[in-house]
């Protein structure tokens, strides 16, 4: 009996290690989505109360209300064509993803870091500047 309780519990453990491993903490796909449509309304829901923008020569921390209406106004005037995923990752409690925003006004290199608040995923940073390719 206890073989089988100490068998038992063993593999509740491995099963629990196994989950939490495969668990990563991506940046959430709506994220990327919306950065591939130009959709700063989507994007605004995973804003963070204040978060740090680097777009065109806005650099700064902002409001989640202005950081909300300078990405909209960039989207404006830069319609979006298409966003390649580069490189996606994590470090310590924070998630990171990589890409190229391809857009009617030339490419830009855009940098995403969120972190968990709570239960939900928010943007700390997000860099959106002039590519060089």
């Given at each position: ?95 990171f ?15 995403v ?21």
């Open positions: 009996m206890k073989k089988s309780l100490s068998l038992l519990f063993s593999l509740f453990i491995i099963a629990g290690t196994l989950t939490a491993y495969s668990r990563t903490m991506d940046v959430p796909s709506e994220i990327i989505n919306a950065l591939g449509k130009g959709d700063a309304s989507t994007i605004s829901t995973y804003l963070n109360t204040n978060v740090e923008l680097v777009i065109d020569n806005k650099n700064d921390i902002f409001s989640k209300q202005q950081a909300e209406s300078i990405i909209t106004d960039f989207f404006r005037r830069s319609p979006v064509k298409k966003f390649d995923l580069i490189h996606k990752g994590e470090k310590e409690s924070a998630s993803a990589i890409g190229t925003l391809r857009t009617t006004n030339g490419n830009f290199r855009v940098y870091l969120t972190r968990k608040n709570g239960s939900k995923d928010a943007i700390q940073q997000l860099r959106i500047e002039p590519s060089n390719d």
